[in-house]
């Protein structure tokens, strides 16, 4: 921890980075700015919380989130890559593939001109991922803490061959009743309902929660906007490079028997995820490389 802090720890007015130990003995970065508040684990590179100023948190984070090496973090925004889901072909790789569960290594801190402060983060093969993961690729992550969030993901084919990912940000948004939120942006779009066998089914108008939703939507590169009547805001989602979306929450019967929901933590949560999923996985060309970007803006309604 002192080593990080001695190379990368940032001071500048009412800018702040610093690494301490948080749950789990599992290292935390503090950050802190005129605009806004982040705390990220350096497993995952898994933002876990993002309070911009004058705001309650925008990310939600299970009371019960086990906080273990190896151990994925139940809320925050977890790191899906390099598959989303089960593995296609070898069902004991981990869900989601392994990004969000192994150490990521800092390359740099930086307080931007305007007073962000941004943190670039990478991962290389740990002994017991190599072979999941793709050869002669390399990963970047990059996360700017404002008023706004940013996050860009970017991988690069460094080899001779095209390769295939699935990805995802798989942001747990906090909101205040999720019986009284909904999320626009994704009428008339196809999507893939898991619960109903992934059938394949048509949205119609704006998306609301009553029930188990784990839903793909295809082909989706616009805005989503989260309405949420209890805190009285929205959250505006907007990416590039990213062209599916899915939408989850297990309620009461699923998140039971997940054991770190925390109780009755589905009324509190909504997972919109920036993706590259199912019929829309990304090929990456030799010496090419494939960025996800997401912002997230907050305001009142």
């Excluded at 969000?100 to 943190?119: A, H, K």
């Excluded at 898991?194 to 188990?212: L, M, T, W």
């Excluded at 616009?222 to 062209?243: F, M, Q, T, Y």
Aim: proline share 5%.
């Amino acid at each position: 921890m002192e080593l990080l802090n001695e190379k990368f720890a940032l001071k500048n007015g009412n800018n702040y980075l610093c690494f301490k130990t948080g749950k789990g003995e599992i290292p935390v970065i503090d950050i802190k700015n005129e605009f806004a508040s982040a705390v990220i684990s350096m497993q995952g590179a898994h933002l876990l919380s993002w309070i911009p100023e004058g705001e309650e948190d925008v990310i939600w984070l299970s009371d019960d989130a086990i906080f273990k090496p190896g151990k994925s973090i139940r809320g925050g925004i977890p790191v899906c890559w390099p598959w989303f889901g089960g593995h296609k072909t070898i069902k004991g790789f981990p869900a989601h593939g392994f990004a969000r569960t192994t150490p990521w290594e800092i390359i740099c801190t930086e307080v931007l001109d305007d007073g962000r402060t941004r943190i670039t983060f990478t991962t290389q093969p740990q002994a017991e991922n190599e072979e999941m993961w793709p050869p002669e690729t390399s990963v970047q992550y990059q996360l700017t803490i404002g008023k706004k969030l940013e996050m860009e993901l970017v991988t690069h084919n460094n080899g001779s061959e095209p390769i295939i990912i699935g990805q995802a940000l798989h942001t747990y948004f906090r909101v205040g009743d999720i019986s009284k939120v909904l999320l626009h942006g994704l009428d008339d779009t196809d999507y893939l309902d898991k619960p109903d066998n992934f059938k394949r089914k048509i949205q119609h108008g704006p998306v609301s929660i009553e029930q188990e939703v784990d839903r793909i939507y295809l082909d989706t590169a616009g805005d989503c906007v989260i309405e949420d009547k209890a805190l009285n805001r929205s959250i505006s989602i907007i990416k590039c490079g990213s062209h599916s979306t899915v939408v989850w929450n297990p309620w009461q019967e699923t998140a039971e028997k997940m054991g770190d929901l925390g109780e009755d933590g589905y009324k509190k949560m909504l997972c919109v995820e920036s993706s590259n999923a199912a019929e829309d996985v990304v090929t990456i060309e030799p010496g090419k490389a494939h960025h996800l970007w997401v912002q997230y803006v907050v305001q009142g309604l």
